[in-house]
Every structure is written in C-alpha cells, then in structure tokens.
C-alpha cells in the first residue's frame, strides 16, 4: 500500500496520509515517503500550493507509538542530535518547515499528538467539524519535541500553550477556532471544497509575492523591532516590477470598463 498519496491538479498538489488502518499513524515509512513529496512539490514549478490531507476518519494520530518508542529509547544523544534534521512528517515539522509555497491542511478528523504538531506547521488549517485537537503526548510520559510547542506558543499564545500542554485535555473544532488553532470549521463533506476554494485565492495571487511574504514572516519571528522592520522592507520592495506593472495594467483596464 502507498502510505502517502500525491496528485498535481491545476496548480495545486494533493497528499493524502493513507494508512488509515493505523489513524494515518506517522511511521518511518511514510515520514520517507512524504520527504520525497515535499521536496518535489517544492521544486515542481507546475504546483504553487499543497492541500494536505488524511485518508478515513483521522487526519493523523501522531507517532506511530508501535515503533516510535522502540526507535527512541535506547537512542543515543547522537541520534537525537542528528535527528535535528527531519522531524516528523516528512520533515515538514522541521527540516523542510522552509518549503516557500503555502502548505493547506485539509483536517477531516482527529489530529492529535504529532499529527496535532502536523497541522500547525501547515500555513492555513481548515477542519471539519468532528475533529479532536490535543497535546495528547504528556499522558504517555512524553511531550511535543517536533516544533509543537514552538508552534503552539507562536500561534495561541503562552497561555494557550501551556493550558494545553500541561493538561493534555482534547480540545474540540469549534474551541480549536476560538483559540486560532484552525482558520476556518466546515461541515466534514466541505472540508476539500473549502481548502481548495482558500487554494484558488492564493493562486490568483502573484506567485513571488506570496512566496516572499511566506519566507519574510517566518524571518520576523523572534527579531527586534526594528531589525523585523528593515527585513520587511527590503523584502516587499525587491519585487518583480515587471509583473507588478501587468498586474496593475490588467487591474486598470477592469475597473474602465
């Protein structure tokens, strides 16, 4: 079985977590399978934005505890310094959290533990409104260690993170969007629709420009003020005047008529 499904359709790349017998579980076979996806999707100029997804009733339940725990505990420091590189799906987590095209998380069930870590390193969350959300690590003597809490506190804030965190409690769709953990909560069979509408919007954007802004936001985080200020700057005005100018002449003539 192919643990990680990947289509291109109209600009937009499709990856589907299938193993939906293990909850789309997070094994080394599919953290492999979706590295290679994510390296292809960010060099593939025929894609501009990726819909993620899981196949069955879970988006991801995280780790797949089966072999993460045998893996991990008689690990040496040197393994887990040399993992610094991966992270988890596919290193989408960390090691390829640099991807300059927007990453959509389609949520159409539970994402908990590292399948929670999972969808807030994807750019804009839709879920559907079944899901279950939570730090559900800490009840298995572990915690977030794959940008989960980087995220987390970056996202919903120090209050939110530790709430989270230290509870382990699950937290509902509907409370996921009160806390800004997702962007948007649809009914389950809009879940795609929806991600795709919000996939149509960014590319009826300029490409470099979504792109630029992607990779200046990720760089202002944790800088000074005026440091984040003078990167802005120099990011938005290093535009391609040249299409700015199409765009601005196509924009123009629609508003004469």
Request: hydrophobic share 45%; net charge negative.
């Amino acid at each position: 079985m192919t643990v990680a499904l990947y289509e291109k359709r109209d600009r937009i790349a499709y990856i589907t977590l299938n193993r939906p017998d293990a909850l789309n579980a997070l094994d080394d076979a599919m953290n492999a399978a979706l590295e290679a996806i994510w390296r292809d999707f960010e060099r593939d100029e025929s894609v501009d934005v990726a819909i993620l997804t899981g196949h069955g009733k879970a988006f991801c339940a995280g780790a797949d505890l089966k072999t993460f725990i045998p893996k991990w505990e008689k690990a040496s420091l040197l393994d887990a310094h040399n993992n610094r590189k991966h992270g988890i799906g596919g290193g989408l987590t960390r090691g390829q959290h640099r991807i300059s095209k927007p990453v959509i998380c389609a949520i159409n069930g539970h994402a908990i533990g590292g399948g929670f870590e999972l969808a807030l390193a994807c750019d804009i969350r839709i879920a559907a409104e079944n899901p279950k959300f939570g730090v559900f690590e800490v009840r298995q003597g572990l915690h977030q260690g794959d940008g989960g809490l980087v995220r987390l506190l970056a996202i919903a804030g120090m209050a939110v993170a530790l709430e989270l965190t230290l509870t382990g409690r699950e937290v509902l769709a509907d409370e996921a969007l009160r806390l800004g953990l997702v962007n948007r909560v649809v009914p389950a069979d809009e879940v795609m629709a929806t991600a795709e509408s919000y996939a149509r919007m960014i590319l009826n954007n300029s490409q470099r420009a979504i792109r630029s802004a992607k990779e200046t936001l990720h760089d202002l985080v944790g800088r000074e003020l005026d440091d984040a200020l003078r990167l802005e700057n120099l990011n938005a005005y290093a535009a391609d005047f040249d299409e700015v100018r199409v765009r601005l002449e196509r924009f123009f003539n629609r508003t004469k008529q």
